[in-house]
Antibody
Framework: EVQLVESGGGLVQPGRSLRLSCRAS????????MHWIRQVPGKGLEWVSS????????GYVDSVKGRFTISRDNAKKSLYLQMNSLRAEDMALYYC????????????WGQGTLVIVSA | QSALTQPRSVSGSPGQSVTISCTGT?????????VSWYQQHPGKAPKLMIY???KRPSGVPARFSGSKSANTASLTISGLQTEDEADYYC??????????FGTGTKVTVL
């Protein structure tokens, strides 16, 4: 059974940094694209970033470019999101997602970790 | 990277069919056959319902189907059931390893 468990969320002041982690199990982590998606409570989903360990390809939504960095440690089966220069608009529930093998969809999701940006 | 456009809400009675549209551009929905749909119940993580425009993952009921024409993708729920009441989001690959979600649609079963 695929399991994705996010951690690292919490309360942080504007301008500060936070590092999110996602621990994966139940599948061959190295073989799949991994994603970060966020959702402001009561609002819609927003794709944030993805990383392909096979090709090394990385993508970001424009609003986080230059501030967020996605990375992964295949040996630890873990995905990370380093978030710097946090803004109020980054406040959201951050989900970790597993990509499908041959498609671009996200077939498994964690339960999310909440990031609150407030002074 | 503008969000794909979906209707805010659709509704139908049990047994009826509803269709949710997802309008993008010729840089995302219109260019790639990589449209997926997600169902989200309140307080829960999203669940993949359709991928690659019209493919259903194992375990997703056959009453869920997807299609695409030009820059608009659609999700149809045939034979609406009470448990289908949820929020639905489309998502498209947008090139350069980026993706974009739709604005979301609330489906209400009357």
């Amino acid at each position: 059974e695929v399991q994705l468990v996010e951690s690292g969320g919490g309360l942080v002041q504007p301008g500060r940094s936070l590092r999110l982690s996602c621990r994966a199990s139940g599948f061959i982590f190295d073989d799949y694209v991994m994603h970060w998606i966020r959702q402001v409570p009561g609002k819609g989903l927003e794709w944030v970033s993805s990383i392909n360990s096979i090709t090394g390809s990385i993508g970001y939504v424009d609003s986080v470019k230059g501030r967020f960095t996605i990375s992964r440690d295949n040996a630890k089966k873990s995905l990370y999101l380093q978030m710097n220069s946090l803004r109020a608009e980054d406040m959201a529930l951050y989900y970790c997602g597993k990509g499908t093998g041959s498609s671009s969809a996200i077939d498994s999701w964690g339960q999310g970790t909440l990031v609150i940006v407030s002074a | 990277q503008s969000a794909l456009t979906q209707p805010r809400s659709v509704s139908g009675s049990p047994g009826q069919s509803v269709t949710i549209s997802c309008t993008g551009t010729n840089s995302d929905v219109g260019l790639y056959n990589y449209v997926s749909w997600y169902q989200q119940h309140p307080g829960k993580a999203p669940k993949l319902m359709i991928y690659d425009v019209n493919k259903r993952p194992s375990g997703v009921p056959a009453r869920f189907s997807g299609s695409k024409s030009a820059n608009t993708a659609s999700l149809t729920i045939s034979g609406l059931q009470t448990e289908d009441e949820a929020d639905y989001y489309c998502c498209s690959y947008a090139g350069s390893y980026t993706y974009v979600f739709g604005t979301g649609t609330k489906v209400t079963v009357l």
